[in-house]
C-alpha cells in the first residue's frame, strides 16, 4: 500500500495533529513538497501533501485562504502540513475554517518536527511500497511460469485472475474463448468478442480499455511483430496496481511465447500433414496412417471431407492474406471442438491454395460453410468441397473438391459442394461464354436457314431429338407428316454437314440446342 495522511499522522517520529480534512486521510500521498508561495498550483502535479510555514500567505485574511484552499484542492493536493512555532505559533483561524469548510486534510506539524523528516518518511513508504510491489510482481511471474510449464495457458490465466483479484480470459485470434477464470466470468468475456475483433486489427502489441468503474477490463494483444495472435482480458473494479501490472504483464509474455511456441509446431504439424496428404494422394493409406501416428491418425479412420480454397483474386494483397484468415478459423474451430484438422497450404511459399482434410458433419465443416456465407463486399475466397469419403478414395475426392472449385469460380460463388453437383442437373455447368459460342456456331445456319422462311429445321431438330429418334411421335409434336420430319432431318445433315446417326453429334446439338433455348429464333 502506497503511504496515506492517515499513515503519517500514525508515524511515531512525527508528531503530526490533524486539525481538518479528518475524512479524507485515506488519501494516498504521492509525495511531500514544500512551498511558501502565495499560488503553488503551477508546480503541483496532484496526490501531493503540501508543506508550509506561511511565510508568503496572508494566513489571517478568510477571503484569501477560501481562495488558496480551493486552488490547492483544484491542483489535486491532498492535504497541507503547516508548520507551528515559525511565522505562527498556531495555525491562524482563517486558514483552520477553510481548510473546515473545503473538507482539505489540514495537519499542523510542531516545530521539533522538520519538514525534511516528513519528506523523508513519504519517501521511504513510497520506496517501500514500490519494493513490496516489485517483489510480489517477481513472485506472480515465478508462479505464473511453473503454471505455464506444469499445466498450460489454462493454469496461466487462472493464477492471473487471483493475483488481480478480479477474472482473467484468454482468446483466439477469432475472438473466442479459450480460457476463463473464475467460471462466472465466461459469460462477461464472450461479450467481448466484438471488442476483441477489433483488437486483433490493429499491429501488436495494442491494448485497450472498455467497461465503466466497476467493471473495467483491459484488452492486451499476444503475438510478436506485427501479427496479433490472439488477446488477454483482465477485468477489475479498479485501475490495476504496480504489483498486479507486474502480474499481467508476465501472464502476456508468458501467453505469447505459449502462442508463438504453438506457431512453431503447427508448422512441423503441416510438413507432416503435407507428407501424410501426398501419401492418400497416391493411394497409400496404410502408410499415411503410420506417419500420421496419434496427431492425425482418428481423422483418417473415419468419414471425411476434402475442400480446396482459392484467392478469388489474384491481385496482391497487404498484410495477412484471405487464406491465411480462413485457415487460422478453421484450426480455431477444430480446437474449440476437440476436433482433428489437416490444413496444408499448397504453392510458392503455401500462397497459393489451402488444402483441408476435415471430419464429415464436423465444426470445421462447419466453419468453412459460416466463413463461405457470411456478409462481405467482395468474395475473397473460393472454395470447393468433396463429397464425404475415406483414406481409400482420398485422391478420387481431391478431383471432387478441384471439380467443384472450378464451378465455384466460374460461377462467381464462395462455396460449392460435389455433392451439389451430383445432385442437380448438367445443364447448368454449361452456363459458359465459351460453350454458348459453340452452341450459336453449331446452330447459326440452321436459324438463318429458318430465318429465310423455307422451313422450320431448329423445332423439328429439337422436337426430332426430344423423341429419341421416333419418327411418328416426333411428327405428331409438330403437326406435321412423317415424311416432312425425314426431309427436314435430311435438310439438317446436309447443312451441317454431320450424320445424324452419329451419338455424339446428337449429344452436342441436343446439348447446343438447350444452352441457346429460343433466344435465337
Same mark, same amino acid.
Given at each position: 500500500? $502506497?503511504?496515506?495522511?492517515?499513515?503519517?499522522?500514525?508515524?511515531?517520529?512525527?508528531?503530526?495533529?490533524?486539525?481538518?480534512?479528518?475524512?479524507?486521510?485515506?488519501?494516498?500521498?504521492?509525495?511531500?513538497?514544500?512551498?511558501?508561495?502565495? &499560488?503553488?498550483?503551477?508546480?503541483?502535479?496532484?496526490?501531493?501533501?503540501?508543506?508550509?510555514?506561511?511565510?508568503?500567505? &496572508?494566513?489571517?485574511? =478568510?477571503?484569501?485562504?477560501?481562495?488558496?484552499?480551493?486552488?490547492?484542492?483544484?491542483?489535486?493536493?491532498?492535504?497541507?502540513?503547516?508548520?507551528?512555532?515559525?511565522?505562527?505559533?498556531?495555525?491562524?483561524?482563517?486558514?483552520?475554517? %477553510?481548510?473546515? +469548510?473545503?473538507?482539505?486534510?489540514?495537519?499542523?506539524?510542531? @516545530?521539533? /518536527?522538520?519538514?525534511?523528516?516528513?519528506?523523508?518518511?513519504?519517501?521511504?513508504?513510497? %520506496?517501500? &511500497?514500490?519494493?513490496?510491489?516489485?517483489?510480489?510482481?517477481?513472485?506472480?511471474?515465478?508462479?505464473?511460469?511453473?503454471?505455464?510449464?506444469?499445466?498450460?495457458?489454462?493454469?496461466?490465466?487462472?493464477?492471473?485472475?487471483?493475483?488481480?483479484?478480479?477474472?482473467?480470459?484468454?482468446?483466439?485470434?477469432?475472438?473466442?474463448?479459450?480460457?476463463?477464470?473464475?467460471?462466472?466470468?465466461?459469460?462477461?468475456?464472450?461479450?467481448? /468478442?466484438?471488442?476483441?475483433?477489433?483488437?486483433?486489427?490493429?499491429?501488436? =502489441?495494442?491494448?485497450?480499455?472498455?467497461?465503466?468503474?466497476?467493471?473495467?477490463?483491459?484488452?492486451?494483444?499476444?503475438?510478436?511483430?506485427?501479427?496479433?495472435?490472439?488477446?488477454?482480458?483482465?477485468?477489475?473494479?479498479?485501475?490495476?496496481?504496480?504489483?498486479?501490472?507486474?502480474?499481467?504483464?508476465?501472464?502476456?509474455?508468458?501467453?505469447?511465447? /505459449?502462442?508463438?511456441?504453438?506457431?512453431?509446431?503447427?508448422?512441423?504439424?503441416?510438413?507432416?500433414?503435407?507428407?501424410?496428404?501426398?501419401?492418400?494422394?497416391?493411394?497409400? $493409406?496404410?502408410?499415411?496412417?503410420?506417419?500420421?501416428? &496419434?496427431?492425425?491418425?482418428?481423422?483418417?479412420?473415419?468419414?471425411?471431407?476434402?475442400?480446396?480454397?482459392? $484467392?478469388?483474386?489474384? +491481385?496482391?494483397?497487404?498484410?495477412?492474406?484471405?487464406?491465411?484468415?480462413?485457415?487460422?478459423?478453421?484450426?480455431?474451430?477444430?480446437?474449440?471442438?476437440?476436433?482433428?484438422?489437416?490444413?496444408?497450404?499448397?504453392?510458392?511459399?503455401?500462397?497459393?491454395?489451402?488444402?483441408?482434410?476435415?471430419?464429415?458433419?464436423?465444426?470445421?465443416?462447419?466453419?468453412?460453410?459460416?466463413?463461405?456465407?457470411?456478409?462481405?463486399?467482395?468474395?475473397?475466397?473460393?472454395?470447393?468441397?468433396?463429397?464425404?469419403?475415406? $483414406?481409400?478414395?482420398?485422391?478420387?475426392?481431391?478431383?471432387?473438391?478441384?471439380?467443384?472449385?472450378?464451378?465455384?469460380?466460374?460461377?462467381?460463388?464462395?462455396?460449392?459442394?460435389?455433392?451439389?453437383?451430383?445432385?442437380?442437373?448438367?445443364?447448368?455447368?454449361?452456363?459458359?461464354?465459351?460453350?454458348?459460342?459453340?452452341?450459336?456456331?453449331?446452330?447459326?445456319?440452321?436459324?438463318?436457314?429458318?430465318?429465310?422462311?423455307?422451313?422450320?429445321?431448329?423445332?423439328?431438330?429439337?422436337?426430332?431429338?426430344?423423341?429419341?429418334?421416333?419418327?411418328?411421335?416426333?411428327?405428331?409434336?409438330?403437326?406435321?407428316? @412423317?415424311?416432312?420430319?425425314?426431309?427436314?432431318?435430311?435438310?439438317?445433315?446436309?447443312?451441317?454437314?454431320?450424320?445424324?446417326?452419329?451419338?455424339?453429334?446428337?449429344?452436342?446439338?441436343?446439348? %447446343?440446342?438447350?444452352?441457346?433455348?429460343?433466344?435465337?429464333?
Amino acid at each position: 500500500m $502506497p503511504p496515506t495522511l492517515a499513515s503519517l499522522v500514525q508515524h511515531s517520529a512525527l508528531k503530526l495533529i490533524v486539525r481538518a480534512g479528518e475524512d479524507r486521510l485515506g488519501t494516498p500521498v504521492r509525495w511531500a513538497h514544500v512551498s511558501e508561495l502565495a &499560488d503553488p498550483v503551477p508546480y503541483m502535479e496532484g496526490g501531493e501533501l503540501l508543506l508550509t510555514t506561511a511565510l508568503t500567505l &496572508d494566513a489571517e485574511d =478568510p477571503e484569501a485562504m477560501r481562495r488558496y484552499v480551493r486552488r490547492l484542492l483544484g491542483a489535486g493536493v491532498v492535504g497541507l502540513g503547516f508548520a507551528v512555532g515559525v511565522n505562527y505559533d498556531e495555525i491562524p483561524g482563517a486558514l483552520l475554517a %477553510a481548510a473546515r +469548510e473545503e473538507h482539505l486534510p489540514l495537519l499542523e506539524v510542531p @516545530r521539533r /518536527t522538520p519538514f525534511l523528516a516528513i519528506s523523508k518518511a513519504v519517501s521511504a513508504a513510497i %520506496a517501500a &511500497d514500490q519494493y513490496r510491489a516489485v517483489t510480489a510482481g517477481f513472485e506472480a511471474q515465478r508462479e505464473l511460469t511453473r503454471a505455464a510449464l506444469a499445466e498450460g495457458p489454462d493454469a496461466v490465466v487462472a493464477r492471473l485472475a487471483a493475483h488481480v483479484d478480479g477474472w482473467a480470459a484468454l482468446y483466439d485470434t477469432s475472438g473466442a474463448v479459450l480460457a476463463v477464470s473464475p467460471e462466472w466470468a465466461a459469460r462477461r468475456a464472450a461479450r467481448l /468478442t466484438p471488442d476483441v475483433e477489433r483488437l486483433r486489427d490493429r499491429p501488436a =502489441p495494442a491494448s485497450a480499455v472498455v467497461g465503466g468503474t466497476d467493471d473495467r477490463v483491459e484488452l492486451q494483444s499476444l503475438g510478436t511483430g506485427r501479427r496479433v495472435r490472439g488477446a488477454l482480458a483482465v477485468g477489475t473494479g479498479a485501475p490495476l496496481g504496480t504489483a498486479e501490472r507486474y502480474a499481467v504483464h508476465s501472464a502476456i509474455a508468458l501467453l505469447t511465447l /505459449t502462442t508463438e511456441r504453438s506457431r512453431s509446431l503447427q508448422a512441423a504439424e503441416q510438413r507432416l500433414g503435407a507428407a501424410v496428404l501426398r501419401m492418400l494422394l497416391a493411394g497409400q $493409406p496404410d502408410h499415411a496412417r503410420g506417419v500420421a501416428g &496419434d496427431l492425425y491418425g482418428g481423422l483418417l479412420d473415419a468419414p471425411f471431407r476434402l475442400l480446396i480454397a482459392e $484467392p478469388a483474386s489474384s +491481385e496482391p494483397r497487404e498484410g495477412e492474406t484471405p487464406l491465411a484468415v480462413f485457415a487460422e478459423s478453421l484450426e480455431a474451430a477444430a480446437a474449440r471442438a476437440g476436433e482433428s484438422v489437416l490444413t496444408v497450404p499448397e504453392g510458392p511459399e503455401g500462397g497459393e491454395r489451402l488444402v483441408v482434410l476435415a471430419g464429415d458433419g464436423g465444426a470445421v465443416v462447419a466453419a468453412c460453410e459460416a466463413y463461405a456465407n457470411r456478409d462481405a463486399e467482395e468474395t475473397e475466397l473460393v472454395v470447393g468441397l468433396s463429397a464425404p469419403t475415406g $483414406p481409400i478414395a482420398a485422391s478420387a475426392a481431391y478431383k471432387q473438391a478441384e471439380q467443384a472449385l472450378s464451378v465455384a469460380r466460374r460461377r462467381g460463388r464462395s462455396l460449392v459442394e460435389h455433392e451439389e453437383l451430383a445432385a442437380g442437373s448438367v445443364l447448368p455447368l454449361l452456363a459458359d461464354d465459351a460453350v454458348r459460342a459453340f452452341a450459336d456456331g453449331l446452330l447459326r445456319a440452321l436459324y438463318e436457314h429458318d430465318a429465310t422462311g423455307r422451313g422450320d429445321l431448329v423445332a423439328s431438330l429439337r422436337a426430332w431429338l426430344s423423341r429419341h429418334g421416333q419418327w411418328d411421335a416426333a411428327a405428331a409434336d409438330l403437326g406435321v407428316h @412423317r415424311h416432312t420430319l425425314r426431309y427436314r432431318m435430311r435438310r439438317v445433315e446436309e447443312i451441317l454437314g454431320r450424320s445424324l446417326d452419329d451419338p455424339d453429334v446428337r449429344m452436342e446439338l441436343w446439348l %447446343a440446342l438447350k444452352t441457346t433455348g429460343t433466344g435465337a429464333e
